[in-house]
C-alpha cells in the first residue's frame, strides 16, 4: 500500500486529491493548517477512512507545513497547501511567503534528511500554477504557454508560487530530489471557496447582487467550456519525475499532458 502525504488536503484542490488516492486504497496523511480557506466538515467524511489520518499538529488544530519536523515512512508528498487567493496576496503577503515559500522549503528540507537515513526517497508532486508564466495578454492573442516559458511574476501569489517551483527544481537538482511540478490554470469546481471567481458569480446571482467584472474575467468566462483536466488525469497519466507540465487552458482550450512524457 502507498503511503501519500497531502498537505492542505482541507482545500478545494487537496480534498480531490484526498478522496482519489484513498479510493486507490492508499494511506494517507492529511495535513492543513486550516486556514479561513479549509473547508473543516471534510474532516469528518475523510475520518470514515481506516485509512486516513490527520496530522495534528500542537493545538490538535491542524498542522502547518512549516511545523513539520520530520516524515514517517511515505511514498509520495503531494503538496498542495498555499495561500491562494491573488487579492488577498495584494492586500497582504506575509501569509504567501510563510506558507508557498518558507513552507514548501521546509518540506524539501525534510525530504532531504528522510533520504540521509531511508534507503527510500518519497517523490514530491508539487502543485505549482500556470500564473508562473506572467500575464498571457502580454504575449498575444492565441500563444499557449509551455514549461520552457520564463517565471514572471506578476503578484506576490504568481511571485511566492514561482519562487516555490525554483526551490523545488533546484532541490532535484542538488539533492536528487525526485520532484513532479504541475502548472495548471484556473480550475473550478463544487466545494470551491467563495472567494474565487465563478463562486462569486454564482453567489451573486442567486442573491441578485450586481457583478463587477474586469475585461479579463468577462473574456474569460465567455470562452469557458469547462474542458479542464481532473486531477485523475495527472495521476494516471505515465509522468516522469524531475519535470513541469503545464496544464493548459486558454479560451476555453485545454492541452492534455503529452503521452508517454
Ligand atoms: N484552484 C485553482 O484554480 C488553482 C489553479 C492553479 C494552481 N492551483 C494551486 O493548487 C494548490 C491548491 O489550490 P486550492 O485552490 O485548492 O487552494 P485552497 O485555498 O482552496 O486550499 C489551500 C489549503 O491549504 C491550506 N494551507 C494553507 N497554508 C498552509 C500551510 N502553511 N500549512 C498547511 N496547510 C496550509 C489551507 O488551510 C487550505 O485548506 C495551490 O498550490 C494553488 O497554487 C490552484
Not at 488544530?61 to 519536523?69: A, E, K, R
Amino acid at each position: 500500500m502507498k503511503i501519500v502525504y497531502v498537505t492542505g488536503c482541507l482545500g478545494f484542490i487537496g480534498s480531490y486529491v484526498t478522496r482519489l488516492c484513498l479510493e486507490r486504497g492508499w494511506y494517507v496523511k492529511g495535513v492543513d493548517s486550516m486556514t479561513y480557506a479549509a473547508n473543516k466538515t471534510l474532516l469528518d467524511e475523510f475520518n470514515k477512512h481506516d485509512n486516513f489520518s490527520f496530522v495534528c499538529g500542537h493545538d490538535n488544530h491542524g498542522c502547518d507545513i512549516n511545523d513539520l519536523t520530520f516524515l514517517y515512512d511515505c511514498d509520495y508528498i503531494i503538496n498542495t497547501a498555499a495561500e491562494t487567493h491573488v487579492g488577498n496576496s495584494i492586500a497582504n503577503s506575509d501569509d504567501f511567503v510563510f506558507s508557498n515559500v518558507n513552507g514548501v522549503h521546509n518540506i524539501l528540507e525534510l525530504l532531504r534528511n528522510y533520504r540521509q537515513e531511508n534507503t527510500k526517497t518519497p517523490t514530491l508532486l508539487h502543485f505549482s500554477t500556470d500564473e508562473v508564466y506572467g500575464d498571457m495578454d502580454d504575449y498575444g492573442p492565441s500563444v499557449l504557454a509551455n514549461e520552457e516559458f520564463n517565471l514572471i511574476g506578476s503578484s506576490y501569489y504568481s511571485s511566492t508560487k514561482a519562487s516555490a517551483d525554483l526551490l523545488v527544481q533546484a532541490a532535484g537538482r542538488t539533492y536528487g530530489l525526485p520532484y513532479l511540478i504541475t502548472r495548471t490554470c484556473n480550475n473550478y469546481g463544487k466545494n470551491q471557496h467563495q472567494e474565487k471567481l465563478l463562486p462569486t458569480i454564482i453567489n451573486c446571482i442567486k442573491n441578485n447582487i450586481k457583478i463587477n467584472l474586469t475585461e479579463k474575467n468577462k473574456q474569460y468566462i465567455k470562452n469557458y467550456k469547462g474542458n479542464i483536466p481532473t486531477k485523475k488525469e495527472i495521476f494516471t497519466q505515465g509522468v516522469e519525475a524531475g519535470s513541469n507540465y503545464t496544464i493548459k487552458c486558454w479560451i476555453g482550450e485545454t492541452v492534455k499532458v503529452p503521452e508517454g512524457r
